[in-house]
């Protein structure tokens, strides 16, 4: 069965402070890996990875993907308030492109 | 461009009665979802739609219906609702293609009482 689980599930940081979230999966016929931050509503898009070594970084966050060891992680420097949100991990493990999603790591940063 | 948008935002069901979910996007997307979110549970796809007329069942299909009559509108039906079927509703679209990313509507918080 395909699966995606991500770590820590909750995270209480301060201003200032780095953070690393951990998304490892388990499927058949691995697509790519995607992230998105989920504030009081809809989850909006991050990054997606395809392949092994490659990051991608957008301002303070980062995120790189390890296809030989299954996982990803998701890293944020000099967190800000308005990085609290729940992160989620999800895998497309077929040509439909659905997505398989984790439940969530809620980050919450302490001015 | 509006993106993805959902109505209802909120709506209250007693059990046992019926109502239609509408999501619609004008990105011209091929491809689009529907979610439940449930605490603790994360976003699980109910059903999904690789084209007009075209639908297909996701990982819990069960309780829901739905139709993809013109490209931009995906609609999901509750025949008999359940207090089991309270939660919040997500709509998604995207792109064909080799690009995976969904855009997500607002979503729709449904109580079942």
């Known amino acids: 069965e395909d699966k995606v689980v991500q770590s820590p599930l909750s995270l209480v940081v301060h201003e200032g402070d780095t953070v690393t979230l951990n998304c490892s999966y388990e499927v058949t016929n691995f697509r790519s890996l995607l992230w998105y931050k989920q504030e009081k509503k809809a989850p909006t898009f991050l990054f997606m990875l395809?392949?092994?070594?490659i990051e991608k970084k957008s301002g303070r966050l980062s995120s790189i993907l390890d296809k030989k060891e299954l996982f990803s992680i998701l890293n944020i420097t000099a967190t800000q308030t308005g990085d609290s949100a729940v992160y989620l991990c999800a895998v497309c493990p077929g040509s439909q492109g659905n997505l398989i999603f984790g439940k969530g790591t809620k980050l919450s940063v302490k001015p | 461009n509006a993106g993805v948008t959902q109505t209802p935002k909120f709506r209250v069901l007693k059990t046992g009665q019926s109502m239609t979910l509408l999501c619609a996007q004008d990105m011209n997307h091929e491809y689009m979802y529907w979610y439940r979110q449930d605490p603790g549970m994360g976003l699980r796809l109910i059903h999904y739609?690789?084209?007009?007329?075209?639908?297909a069942k996701g990982e819990v299909p069960d309780g829901y219906n739905v139709s993809r009559l013109k490209k931009q509108n995906f609609l999901l039906g509750l025949e008999s609702a359940a207090p089991s079927q309270t939660s919040v509703y997500f709509c998604?679209?995207?792109?064909?293609?080799?690009?995976?990313?969904?855009?997500f509507g607002p979503g729709t918080r449904l109580t079942v009482t």
């Open positions: 998604a679209s995207r792109l064909a293609g080799p690009r995976y990313e969904q855009y």
């Open positions: 395809t392949s092994s070594g």
């Open positions: 739609s690789v084209g007009e007329g075209t639908t």
